[in-house]
């Protein structure tokens, strides 16, 4: 077997996300991110350690878990996209009104983002989700400094294995299993006669491009179908010379041109 270099995990390709609104229908994970200085995971395993008749040395068998992530954490308010502070303003209100019991309870994913479930992937990673109790311990800050919060999530049984989708932001338990996606395709009259404007949701992929073809009919192509050929390579706005009430096909590939995402829509161009 030939030596493969070993690729280091630094700690930003650990993802940390935490459910604020557990009580509610849909889920709202927020990053573990701007102002955590650190935030580990302790497993805690149990140990019982025997010693028979036989034998001089002991033996020791790993028995249970009690797995904790102690954080700390400098205290901001009111950041937003790249400086949310949702999580850390949820975790400090836990101690500062002297939460308990269910109100003290969550859902906390750990994601890997140097692990994509699927080779090339930029959406979706492993992760581990994990419902917590949140013990806030100590805030504190001398004159001039910010104030420092820290705290436990501690576990609640044992962790869920699944995928992060990293547009969508929430974690589907179990093995991923991929599916050609659909996308939405509206074509409106475009600048120039004979040609149409497209757009297409939700936006492309980081790492994907589209391609086209326009028909009286075209099929969709197949999950990871080749598409290097028979389609015509599209920017994603410029407008596209076709005929009013063909069908226009895009796909989204991604960089071996293997379709991903596809979506159609009736020609309407200017007349």
Request: hydrophobic fraction near 30%; charged fraction near 25%; include cysteine.
């Amino acid at each position: 077997m030939a030596d493969k270099k070993a690729k280091k995990v630094t700690r930003n390709l650990i993802a940390d996300y935490l459910n604020i609104t557990p009580t509610a229908t849909d889920t709202d994970f927020r990053l573990m991110g701007y102002g955590f200085n650190t935030l580990n995971e302790t497993f805690g395993a149990q140990v019982d350690k025997k010693t028979y008749v036989n034998e001089v040395t002991s033996s020791s068998t790993t028995r249970a878990y009690d797995s904790q992530f102690p954080y700390d954490y400098d205290l901001a308010v009111d950041g937003e996209g790249k400086y949310d502070t949702a999580a850390p303003e949820y975790l400090q209100e836990i101690g500062e009104l002297h939460k308990t019991g269910s109100d003290c309870e969550t859902d906390y994913v750990k994601v890997k983002m140097y692990k994509p479930v699927v080779e090339g992937s930029t959406r979706y990673f492993e992760a581990r989700k994990f419902a917590v109790s949140i013990e806030p311990t100590n805030t504190n800050g001398a004159g001039g400094e910010t104030m420092v919060a820290t705290g436990n999530l501690n576990c609640i049984g044992d962790p869920v294995l699944g995928y992060w989708d990293s547009v969508e932001q929430t974690f589907t338990d179990g093995t991923y299993s991929e599916t050609l996606e659909t996308l939405t395709v509206e074509s409106a009259v475009g600048a120039t006669t004979g040609t149409t404007k497209i757009t297409v949701t939700p936006a492309l992929e980081s790492g994907h491009s589209y391609v086209y073809k326009t028909a009286s009919t075209v099929a969709a192509p197949a999950l990871n179908d080749d598409c290097s050929t028979g389609y015509t390579m599209w920017n994603g706005s410029a407008d596209i010379t076709a005929v009013t009430g063909n069908i226009i096909r895009i796909v989204e590939v991604d960089d071996q041109y293997r379709a991903k995402k596809t979506g159609s829509a009736t020609v309407v161009a200017k007349a």
